[in-house]
Every structure is written in structure tokens, then in C-alpha cells.
């Protein structure tokens, strides 16, 4: 399945939540990849339902008390206009700001800087 979206400014928390250890470890056991400690987000036209992909879901956990939430991942082929793409995958945490029609992507590497991307940039996500 191909879906289109435009590339979006984030809230800054992806940094933060991809750079937790415990977040880190269970992404490169989901994915096979260490994710950059980043998201790159992409706002589709329609909300959009990971459990129809069936993703892999992941527990959260506990540090010093406080409680960070689990989520689900699929994996995905991100593409750029020029048709350059890379093995990727789409988080949905339990907890989020975002809406349904938001998606928030980790990679092995910075997105934006690999394929030249900047806000309102069209991607192309394969599924």
C-alpha cells in the first residue's frame, strides 16, 4: 500500500523519547536498525489507523519512578520525490500529542539531511 504525506515541524519530543535507552533498545530489536534520536513527522489528508498493518506492539516502562508509555511500530519504505527511500518505520505511542493524521517516523539515520527534506515536502510511505 502507498500513502502520500506532506513532511511537518515536530513538537521537539521525538529527540528526547527516541534518545531513552530502554526506547532505543526495544526500536533496534523491533527494527533491526538503531533509530537517530529523532522523528521526522508527515501529516496525511486523512487520519490514518496502524492497526489495520497489524504493527508490533511494545511495552513501556519505568525510570526513577516515572512512567513512559508503549506504543506500536511498522515497518515502512520511506521515498522522496526523486524516488530514493529508506527501510524505516512509523511509532505510535500510546500517549501522544499528535492527531491521527500525523505519523511519526524513526530511522537509522537523519531523514531530512539523507533525502533532502524540508517542511511541505510530498513522501511517499510503502507499506
Known sequence: MEIFGNVVSGLGEGRFFVG????????????????FEGTLNVKLKHNFNLDNF???????FEINGKRYFGGKVL??????????????????????????????????????????????NVVKIVI
Open 54 to 60: 497489524n504493527p508490533i506492539e511494545f511495552d513501556g
Open 20 to 35: 531513552l535507552t530502554p526506547y532505543k533498545n526495544k526500536f533496534e530489536e523491533l527494527t533491526g536498525f538503531i533509530p
Open 75 to 120: 515497518l515502512i519504505k520511506l521515498f522522496n520525490k526523486h524516488g530514493n527511500f529508506v527501510n524505516c518505520a512509523i511509532v505510535a505511542p500510546k500517549k501522544t500529542d499528535h492527531s491521527k493524521k500525523t505519523l511519526e517516523i524513526i530511522a537509522p539515520i537523519q531523514l531530512r539531511k539523507f533525502l533532502s527534506l524540508n517542511n511541505s
